[in-house]
């Protein structure tokens, strides 16, 4: 159903690229992005509609080869496009239970943003956690996991400095490497 969509879309996301919750919450449609000149798909966080740390012009590329992930996103754009969403609309938006005419009970898509970040965090990535059998890890922690895994690469000083765009840290690895690439 849509609000599946919408969650799995959000979800895939925040694995895709590590925003914070506040972009995801005010991330609009025109935020997901191919570059063709590095043939790739990026959250672009435009300061002018989505809510990024510091008002900073966020650019997060997509990590990894994740087709079916990468799919998720693709698909709910898809989805609002044909529903007739335009591209300043809520990438994720509220949707309000409602009934039809014979008194199911049904969903309705608006165009309003979800709420707030406290029910993303519990209705979201809570739900989806336990629904698939999984210990609750808050979203931020999506970030050192990443950072420490490519501080295992061969090449980690350039995917850490690829990284650190994705967390709204411009050319600050000592930041990375101090905050997310710590050995827990």
Not at 125 to 149: M, Q, T, W
């Amino acid at each position: 159903n849509e609000i599946e969509r919408r969650n799995k879309a959000m979800v895939s996301l925040c694995f895709l690229t590590t925003p914070r919750i506040a972009a995801l919450q005010t991330a609009r449609i025109v935020s997901i992005k191919y570059f063709q000149e590095y043939e790739i798909w990026a959250f672009d966080q435009n300061p002018k509609l989505v809510d990024t740390k510091y008002r900073k012009h966020i650019t997060s590329f997509f990590i990894g080869q994740l087709q079916d992930i990468i799919n998720n996103v693709l698909s709910w754009v898809e989805y609002l496009k044909e529903k007739g969403f335009k591209d300043n609309d809520y990438l994720f938006p509220k949707i309000e239970p409602s009934f039809t005419s014979d008194g199911l009970h049904t969903s309705k898509l608006t165009k309003d943003k979800i709420a707030s970040d406290s029910w993303i965090r519990a209705n979201i990535f809570k739900k989806a956690f336990e629904d698939n059998g999984l210990k609750y890890l808050k979203v931020h922690p999506f970030r050192h996991s990443i950072a420490r895994k490519m501080q295992k690469e061969p090449n980690a000083t350039q995917l850490l400095i690829a990284l650190a765009e994705n967390d709204g840290h411009k050319n600050a690895m000592a930041t990375i490497i101090a905050s997310y690439g710590g050995n827990y």
